[in-house]
């Protein structure tokens, strides 16, 4: 079991290799995978139960212990990024296809891989759990009405429905996980230790699904999405720095709400995109949009831990979704 665990820990630090291999795969192959694209929601809900299993009742209470730091932290994510990802659609003056598609992403929460960002940028890292997981919990609210204001004008939006469709597929899960986590206890260890292969395995589908029935897209809008994509991401980070640095808050906690901002749950938004909008159309776009953003996220995550690596610090990560929880850390300086 120990030897399923190392391997399982394995895979999900080098995840940004797999997403990867995964991009080109669905690119080389779309029929195959693309006939994959029906499992998007399924595999997210697996995610999500997974994430909520390894949540504790200390990752909320931050918001009582320092509730500022948290607050402006989730305002400045869910006015920031929709706001940015609108500007963007805007100066580009991009196809309403493929603005829907990111400013879908843009109204989507912060992802979880945002956790182990900020403890490899050093970073307030019990702050950003605070923030992920409680904008996971808006999300079902706040993600349908951002993308009703900012793309209401592009695309007809069912509020009732999305909030629905968010509440089914997130939330429902991560409570079961919790249940599960709280009843079971040691029960189900071996389970969170296979979890990191488990999670890689299933967004990897979600991004060779969402690459392929998008090459196409690719092929003619790729570039432009690739760039306003990263755009979007280093102007969230950039005035998520500056807003927590106006606050007052200290280095750490500059560090911790910079990143929760400038990083979406794109799984969510490949989710809400296979739902919402038929793949055979033209909203194939929108899966674009997710499977980019998923793939330019994990290549800063590579880029950033090889940086990190000369060091002294070893962590131990569990893999959730598309993104990572940290779990348990030690500094070996």
Same mark, same amino acid.
């Given at each position: ?12 630090? =080098? %995840? ?15 029929? %195959? ?8 929601? @399924? ?10 299993? =390894? ?13 500022? @730091? ?18 963007? =659609? ?5 196809? @309403? ?16 891989? #945002? ?40 695309? +007809?939006?069912?509020?009732? #429905? ?17 249940? /599960? &986590? ?49 755009? &979007?991401?280093? =102007? ?45 159309? @033209? ?18 995550? /590579? ?8 060091? /002294? ?9 598309? +993104? ?10």
């Amino acid at each position: 079991m120990n030897q399923i665990a190392l391997l399982s820990s394995w895979i999900g630090k =080098t %995840f940004a290799i797999w997403a990867l291999i995964s991009a080109v795969l669905g690119f080389i192959f779309p029929e %195959f995978f693309a006939s994959l694209a029906f499992l998007i929601v @399924p595999i997210l809900g697996i995610i999500m139960f997974g994430m909520g299993m =390894t949540l504790k009742t200390e990752d909320f209470l931050e918001i009582v212990k320092r509730p500022k @730091p948290v607050l402006v932290g989730l305002l400045a994510q869910f006015t920031l990024m929709p706001l940015i990802a609108y500007l963007l =659609t805007v100066i580009f003056n991009l196809d @309403p296809l493929i603005a829907v598609g990111v400013i879908l992403v843009g109204c989507c929460p912060g992802g979880t891989s #945002s956790n182990v960002i900020t403890f490899l940028a050093k970073g307030d890292v019990a702050l950003s759990v605070a923030i992920t997981s409680i904008s996971t919990l808006l999300a079902p609210f706040l993600t349908p009405i951002l993308l009703s204001v900012f793309a209401g004008q592009l695309i +007809d939006i069912d509020l009732a #429905s999305m909030m629905i469709t968010i509440t089914k597929i997130v939330i429902l899960p991560i409570l079961l996980g919790v249940i /599960f &986590h709280k009843f079971l206890g040691k029960k189900i260890e071996f389970v969170t230790e296979v979890l990191p292969m488990v999670s890689v395995l299933g967004i990897s589908i979600i991004i060779a699904a969402v690459v392929a029935v998008s090459k196409a897209t690719i092929l003619d809008s790729g570039s432009i999405v690739f760039i306003v994509v990263a755009l &979007h991401n280093m =102007t969230g980070y950039t005035l998520g720095y500056v807003i927590a640095r106006l606050s007052g808050f200290t280095e750490k906690q500059r560090r911790a709400i910079m990143i929760e901002v400038g990083m979406q749950n794109s799984g969510l938004g490949a989710a809400l995109a296979a739902t919402y909008f038929n793949p055979s159309l @033209p909203y194939r776009v929108q899966y674009l949009v997710c499977g980019i953003t998923s793939v330019v996220r994990w290549l800063r995550i /590579f880029l950033l831990r090889e940086m990190v690596s000369r060091s /002294f610090i070893s962590c131990r990560l569990v893999v959730i979704g598309d +993104d990572y929880l940290k779990s348990d850390i030690e500094n070996e300086n």
